[in-house]
């Protein structure tokens, strides 16, 4: 009866409605808000989009629409790796999205760095058997590389049924770690789209990859290269293994055909390091998960800040997942999965040999379509760590014969270095980020966006320790 006595604002809300519906997101999906969630300007949207209707196989996707003026910015893809990672539970709620998970497990805080001040995010869990992605075909949960690329590729056509607004906008494609396959290998298949494509055409603006797998047979030195030069086993280790480890051509099927002075030198290594120590980010303290967990259930603050980072988030992220009301707002688990949320997969077998292809040719592919492409590092990780990929990136460039657009220097963040840059070609960027470990926006969320920020704008990262103009 209340609505009766307010006629002006009836026509204000069907005038809402009709222009929600004419713009076209799906009112079904839009999240009102979640449980423990400080109050926002812009709308959040989650829910399945179903890939085979057939199998009963759907993914499912996070929304976060820019912070200020949404219509006018673009789209971002992100994917998290693994593989067999959740975007969700990673970009969107640990890294750049716009929401960290409190310390009690039970609400959000804002994370002020969020890459949705620059566009719209959009987070997919893929392949199927990831977080709350699924298929009702067991089968199914036998992934590679090729089906997750033309899974995700159908995900977006049929995404964009749901938000037709979004089919004009520029469209970045962005990831980190594993998604150095995922991301390159969707491109290829959104370019052969476009290719035999005479309608509707992916507007990709720009690919950008975080401390990503690119070549077996760099990327895994290296990581031993690190250990070495961080004092982190010896020079009796980082010597043999240097002298007695041919990574030529090295697969994940060979690698239990190395001699055995360098296994015993791996395998040494690998003990040296130790457990104590989070791989992906060698200066961040490690977080203890049986403490943790207990806090959680006794409703507890648990943030332990190592460097101004919480080192259990990600058992927070967890238990909030797990909350049955969070669930429910974010529309997700809509099948009750006999399992519960999860970062990375328990039931998804994916095809570790994958893991072998070299992405470099595919990067190369997109470089010739005239698509940026930026390779970004956080400097202490020994996971996928930027001595690889720096490598790689010169090697792709000399491949295309691109010369150095801006050579190897300084770029800045608030007046300090933000890392080092170098360019090939205008197209071809190679970055590190300062202090950064294997989740880039995880460690430094300001030069992580000031990063983002420069890519999306088509700008170089600021050369002086003034402010750049946006």
Request: with cysteine.
């Amino acid at each position: 009866m209340e609505w009766l006595r307010r006629p002006c604002l009836v026509a204000v809300v069907v005038l809402l409605v009709a222009w929600r519906g004419v713009e076209g997101s799906p009112e079904e999906d839009l999240v009102v808000r979640l449980p423990g969630q400080p109050k926002v300007g812009f709308r959040q949207y989650a829910g399945h989009v179903d890939v085979d209707v057939k199998a009963g196989r759907s993914l499912f996707y996070y929304l976060a629409e820019a912070d200020g003026d949404a219509h006018k910015k673009p789209l971002t893809l992100w994917l998290n790796g693994g593989p067999g990672c959740s975007s969700v539970g990673g970009g969107a709620f640990t890294e750049l999205g716009p929401f960290y998970p409190r310390g009690d497990g039970r609400g959000l805080r804002i994370n002020k760095m969020s890459w949705n001040k620059v566009s719209n995010l959009l987070f997919v869990e893929s392949p199927a058997g990831v977080g709350w992605s699924y298929s009702n075909t067991t089968s199914d949960y036998n992934r590679d590389d090729e089906s997750t690329a033309n899974d995700m590729y159908i995900f977006l056509l049929r995404w964009y049924d749901k938000f037709p607004e979004f089919r004009s906008r520029d469209l970045f494609l962005t990831g980190e770690s594993y998604a150095g396959h995922y991301i390159p290998q969707l491109a290829n298949v959104l370019l052969n789209h476009n290719q035999h494509s005479v309608g509707f055409k992916f507007k990709i603006k720009g690919v950008a990859i975080g401390n990503p797998l690119l070549k077996l047979d760099r990327d895994i030195p290296a990581t031993y290269e690190f250990f070495w030069s961080h004092g982190m086993i010896s020079d009796e280790i980082g010597l043999t293994i240097i002298n007695e480890c041919d990574f030529e051509d090295y697969t994940f099927s060979s690698a239990h055909n190395v001699s055995k002075s360098c296994n015993d030198a791996i395998l040494e290594a690998n003990a040296v390091v130790g457990d104590y120590i989070n791989s992906y980010d060698v200066i961040l303290d490690v977080c203890y998960p049986s403490l943790v967990e207990q806090e959680l259930r006794l409703r507890k603050y648990v943030t332990k800040l190592s460097v101004g980072v919480d080192v259990c988030m990600s058992y927070e992220r967890r238990f909030y997942f797990n909350l049955p009301e969070v669930q429910h707002s974010l529309h997700a688990n809509r099948t009750k999965l006999p399992y519960p949320w999860s970062m990375c997969s328990n039931v998804l077998n994916y095809s570790y040999t994958d893991g072998n292809i070299n992405i470099l040719p595919l990067l190369k592919r997109i470089v010739k379509h005239q698509i940026p492409v930026w390779v970004f590092s956080g400097d202490q990780d020994s996971v996928v760590p930027l001595l690889g990929s720096r490598t790689l990136v010169r090697e792709l460039a000399h491949d295309l014969k691109f010369g150095i657009t801006v050579p190897y220097s300084n770029w800045f963040y608030k007046g300090q270095v933000g890392g080092w840059v170098t360019e090939y070609g205008n197209l071809l960027t190679f970055a590190t980020v300062r202090g950064a470990s294997h989740m880039v926006p995880f460690a430094q969320p300001g030069r992580a966006l000031r990063l983002f920020a420069s890519f999306v704008h088509g700008q170089r990262l600021p050369n002086s320790t003034y402010p750049p103009i946006d």
